[in-house]
């Protein structure tokens, strides 16, 4: 009797509870939804590694051209030959000397302090709003992503009602596939939406930290024009000696 039940349940194929045997039974309407968080998912990473490549360029442009060679030139002309071309720092001081030379070509008076401000000003705008490109899809995906694998999941449950239905009984073979759909989806939701609020909150606040020294920058600047060259902030010391260099004699 025993050796015949062995045989029995030998037999019978095991059921298969996967992630791939739950999508199959969720149908299309399963794997759309799937594809969805993907493409949000990938989006988010591409966003989050282009951005950062982005910002990490424009702060080690600060450190190694604005703040160590540009105050050290002559003139703000000879400053933007140190700087990279079509950088930040470069489109800021382009802006501010077309806006000096732009300002004596004008006819009605006006205030060449608020022309320049107002002309910095909108250099700066335009290079936050670059930086601020993308950021929207991250906080669109970390609003929305959670409630698309909602939605999965409430196809799933509807799913294996209809299932307890049709057989008259909750078994676990009826219900496991439906349900196991429904709590992949709602753990991809999840998956995709926190680490899309992270970059989100993440990328903003390094844009401010370089917003607050593009202001800075443009500050030094329009004093610099203002005061025809006079103005201008401190220059970093010069290089420490390499080691081994002979100290200076005291007096």
Do not use: C
């Not at 194929?13 to 299309?28: D, I, K, R, T």
């Not at 990490?56 to 703040?67: C, G, H, L, S």
């Not at 806006?99 to 910095?120: F, I, V």
């Amino acid at each position: 009797m025993t050796i015949e039940l062995l045989a029995a349940a030998a037999d019978v194929a095991p059921n298969q509870f996967g992630f791939l045997e739950a999508m199959e039974q969720g149908g299309p309407v399963a794997w759309f939804i799937l594809t969805i968080m993907i493409i949000m998912s990938v989006g988010s990473f591409y966003i989050l590694i282009t951005k950062l490549f982005e910002q990490n360029k424009i702060m080690k442009q600060y450190r190694t051209e604005v703040a160590a060679k540009f105050w050290q030139a002559g003139s703000l002309k000879d400053g933007a030959t140190k700087l990279e071309k079509n950088s930040a720092w470069r489109q800021v001081v382009d802006d501010a000397l077309k806006a000096e030379d732009e300002h004596g070509k004008m006819t009605d008076k006006l205030e060449a302090h608020d022309w320049m401000h107002g002309s910095l000003q909108r250099s700066q705008d335009s290079i936050n709003a670059k930086l601020a490109g993308g950021l929207p899809f991250l906080a669109t995906v970390g609003a929305t992503a959670p409630f698309v694998g909602l939605l999965g999941t409430v196809i799933g449950i509807y799913r294996a009602l209809i299932n307890i239905g049709i057989a008259g009984s909750a078994s676990i073979d009826k219900v496991a596939g439906p349900v196991g759909e429904a709590l992949i989806m709602t753990a991809i939701g999840l998956f995709v939406a926190v680490p899309a609020v992270f970059a989100y909150n993440w990328l903003q606040g390094r844009n401010r930290r370089i917003a607050e020294h593009l202001s800075a920058f443009s500050t030094d600047i329009l004093a610099n024009l203002s005061s025809n060259g006079a103005v201008r902030p401190a220059v970093k010391a010069a290089a420490a000696k390499p080691a081994g260099a002979p100290a200076a004699p005291k007096a």
